[in-house]
């Protein structure tokens, strides 16, 4: 046997139920929303991160071409010292007094 009001509670539960679901589906559909922008700010942050890689990867090229290029110079430098002082002492420059 049902009730005239238990007929009015079955519905008024499947509302309830029914704007339940629909309040669910829209904090579904935000959050949803929301992971997807922030993926594509990772994806976005990822793509700097890749060229900054990129760009220390050059730098570190360019280093090492100039700490090269330092060297040699540093071992032309000491040559040329060692010459001059060699020129000092066989003219008796390399003497004080």
Same mark, same amino acid.
């Given at each position: 046997m049902s009730t005239?009001?238990?007929?009015n509670d079955v519905q008024h539960l499947a509302a309830e139920a029914g704007r339940l679901f629909g309040l669910y589906h829209e904090q579904v559909d935000r959050l949803q929303t &929301?992971? $997807?922008q922030e993926n594509e700010l990772l994806r976005a942050d990822l793509g700097r991160l890749d060229a +900054?890689? /990129? &760009?220390? $990867?050059?730098?570190n090229q360019d280093n090492d071409r100039l700490r090269a290029d330092r060297d040699? +110079?540093? /071992?032309?430098?000491?040559?040329?010292?060692?010459?001059i002082e060699r020129l000092r002492q066989s003219r008796g420059a390399g003497v004080i007094g």
């Open positions: 005239p009001g238990g007929s &929301e992971q $997807a +900054l890689q /990129a &760009e220390i $990867a050059r730098s040699e +110079l540093l /071992a032309a430098f000491r040559q040329m010292a060692d010459v």
